[in-house]
């Protein structure tokens, strides 16, 4: 099999080495796995990527991701600031436009299609210049975002915009509220969605995505692109990620849990379901007319 300059080794196989290829095998790889051993893959996977010159964006809900060689580091911490205002950063041209700022704004406070098109009137003709604003507006979108807008929500807005150089870093391994995890997942991911030559890792990728905004910003990072490479590191099983199309990397984990990716993945029962041990990995790719699975020792 002919591999692309973007194949990187991924298992040593009883016979050969066994590469992922995201232009071969698909550019959305889930790694399932329990302990820190996600974490370590995504190391591995990123280093790689960095050695062909790759961008790098990972978010990190562990703590446990080395914080060496950023050129940025956007730490989360519930009652402190970010600057991750989407309004403001609409206005400084690092996310694309007004309007999606405003569909961010809609999605983390549940606007409907009419108070999101007032929104961003207002947005656009300079009548609301921040979520603050937005929040104590006295129009009826005011209202409705008044409605869940915290303290917490009021201090995570505020704050100077942060970097967003070509290797990200988001801590978000003391952020205690998923509400807080989630909005900050999401407006950095419509942030970097758009970046080519890049490889992106979420760790914990199943409580990246766990709330409504969490979960908006999962196809933002998923959806095929030239030049991408996003690799969806997990230790819980959630359907909402075993149903994202891709590659999986199966690690070391309970027998039914290796059983349930494996269904999940129409990996029929039998001798194709080999079970992982400690130390290893199978491989599930897909092509339209076959279901593959390659087995081998971790290279971490």
């Known amino acids: 099999m002919k591999y692309s300059k973007l194949a990187v080794e991924l298992l040593k196989g009883a016979e050969q080495v066994i590469y992922y290829d995201p232009v071969y095998h698909g550019r959305t790889l889930k790694i399932f796995g329990i302990d820190n051993d996600p974490t370590k893959l995504v190391k591995y996977l990123a280093d790689k990527y960095l050695e062909k010159d790759y961008g790098i964006v990972i978010f990190d809900t562990t703590g446990d991701y080395p ?9 989360i911490e519930d009652g402190k600031p970010t600057g991750l205002d989407p309004i403001k950063m609409a206005e400084e041209g690092i996310i694309d436009d007004p309007y999606t700022a405003v569909t961010i704004v809609q999605t983390i406070y549940e606007l409907d299609r009419s108070l999101t098109e007032k929104l961003y009137a207002d947005v656009l003709f300079g009548k609301i210049e921040s979520v603050s604003q937005a929040a104590s507006s006295e129009e ?9 807008y915290t303290v917490l929500d009021e201090e995570f807005f505020q704050g100077s915009t942060p970097n967003f150089g ?26 970097v969605r758009k970046r080519r030559h ?20 999962i196809p933002l990072l998923t ?15 959630v359907e909402s990620i075993l149903n994202i199309s891709g590659p999986t990397l199966v690690l070391y984990t309970d027998p039914d849990i290796q059983s349930l990716i494996y269904e999940s993945n129409g990996v029929p029962p039998g001798a194709m379901r080999k079970r992982v041990l400690k130390g290893e990995g199978a491989f599930i790719w897909r092509t339209p007319e076959t279901i593959n699975v390659e087995e081998g020792e971790l290279l971490i």
């Not at 914080?67 to 730490?75: A, L, N, V, Y």
């Not at 009826?140 to 869940?148: A, D, F, H, L």
């Not at 391994?173 to 999401?186: K, Q, W």
């Open 67 to 75: 914080k060496e060689g950023f050129e940025s580091i956007i730490k």
């Open 166 to 191: 070509n290797s990200i870093l988001v801590d978000l391994s003391d952020a205690h509220s998923i509400t807080i995890v989630g909005m900050a997942f999401l407006i950095v991911a419509a942030v």
């Open 223 to 237: 959806q095929p692109m030239r030049g991408r490479v996003t690799v969806l590191a997990t230790r819980y099983t």
């Open 140 to 148: 009826k979108y005011g209202e409705v975002i008044r409605e869940s």
């Open 198 to 217: 890049v490889f992106i890792g979420l760790d914990d990728a199943a409580v990246l995505s766990y709330t409504p905004a969490g979960s908006a910003a």
